[in-house]
């Protein structure tokens, strides 16, 4: 029972280059989100999407976009690196309604 | 503007008494509450949560209060054991599905 997964775990990248964070749920969950965590700043939303089909800017969108590819798959794209999204990325998923979410391990991306 | 509030940083209880965790928030449209315990490395796991028309849902050694009319919740954990020492997130969701976090509170269990 995978839960949600995260790929890669870890990534290095220079200024400028791109990359997608690759996220997937097996619980057929309508929910999907994209959070990052960094120092004392506890995890900001930077997408969600409430059901296939569709996304909604969280707190942070800017710098990245986002697929909703299907139901089990979210990726987070980040087109041009900038150090400042050197950041841990989580992605999670639940039901909807008054269910939890569940988390993936998190990427840790570095940007240099 | 921050709308989920966790304004101590760390807390240092010991073994075996109460650990009580606290969140504010600002909108009043959230609907459902919840949290959320975090080891290094590892992502978040679901605590507890309640919804906005309870005050109080009790798990185990892990009892959320909620007080609408001063936008705060909190959470106790009684007795607080070793392996309660983690960083704890408040979190309150929105209709729309959409959940916001606070900046979390890392527990210290004492011996």
């Known amino acids: 029972n995978a839960g949600v997964t995260q790929t890669p775990k870890f990534q290095v990248l220079k200024t400028g280059q791109s990359m997608t964070l690759q996220c997937a749920q097996d619980?057929?969950?309508?929910?999907m989100y994209w959070y990052r965590q960094d120092p004392g700043m506890g995890l900001r939303l930077i997408y969600y999407?409430?059901?296939?089909?569709?996304?909604d800017k969280g707190e942070v969108p800017n710098g990245y976009n986002v697929s909703r590819l299907n139901k089990r798959e979210f990726s987070l794209r980040l087109e041009s690196a900038a150090p400042s999204q050197t950041s841990v990325y989580f992605c999670a998923s639940r039901w909807g309604g008054l269910e939890p979410q569940h988390f993936g391990d998190g990427t840790r991306l570095s940007i240099l | 503007d921050q709308q989920v509030k966790q304004n101590s940083p760390s807390l240092s209880v010991q073994e075996g008494r109460i650990s009580i965790l606290n969140c504010d928030y600002t909108n009043s449209m959230f609907d459902y509450f919840l949290w959320y315990k975090k080891y290094p490395a590892e992502g978040p796991t679901f605590l507890i949560s309640?919804?906005?028309?309870?005050d109080k849902n009790e798990d185990g050694r892990f009892t959320v209060f909620l007080n609408k009319s001063a936008k705060h919740l909190s959470l106790h954990i009684v007795p607080s054991q070793p392996g309660d020492s983690a960083v704890y997130f408040c979190a309150a969701s929105l209709r729309d599905d959409k959940i916001i976090f606070g900046k979390g509170t890392r527990l210290h269990i004492l011996p």
């Open positions: 999407s409430a059901s296939e089909g569709t996304t």
């Open positions: 619980m057929n969950h309508n929910s």
């Open positions: 309640i919804s906005s028309i309870k």
